[in-house]
């Protein structure tokens, strides 16, 4: 009998650009806005899910940031997508630019391989 499979992980990449109202805000009005609206929001309505924010608008006019999303399994992820979309940093402080979903090693998992990666020496 197979080994019981569990829930692949998810990791989402959000491409968002700033809006006007986000730069009017000082940067320690935009850490407390993060901390009162967003935090909250997924903590009442997910659990499993971790963030990384990326600066990119020193190289690129179309996307200012990108946040990493990982998430335990879909569910998580969609509950996570739900509760950032009842908050101002979904298309008020932040337009969404592309959002791009995927499993790490997806098709090492499909054809039973081991993952490919590099290892800097």
Do not use: C
């Not at 935090?39 to 990384?52: D, F, L, N, W």
């Not at 600066?55 to 990493?68: I, K, L, P």
């Not at 879909?74 to 509760?83: E, K, P």
């Amino acid at each position: 009998m197979p080994a019981e499979e569990t829930e692949t992980p998810v990791t989402a990449f959000l491409l968002v650009k700033t809006t006007p109202e986000w730069l009017g805000l000082t940067p320690r009005e935009r850490a407390d806005a993060f901390a009162t609206q967003v935090v909250p929001a997924i903590e009442a309505k997910t659990t499993g899910v971790r963030s990384r924010f990326y600066d990119t608008e020193f190289y690129t006019a179309r996307v200012t940031d990108v946040w990493v999303w990982e998430a335990d399994d879909h569910r998580a992820y969609q509950l996570l997508i739900d509760a950032l979309r009842e908050t101002p940093f979904w298309d008020r402080y932040f337009e969404v630019v592309d959002l791009l979903v995927g499993v790490e090693n997806g098709y090492a998992r499909t054809y039973g391989l081991d993952p490919l990666a590099t290892i800097a020496t």
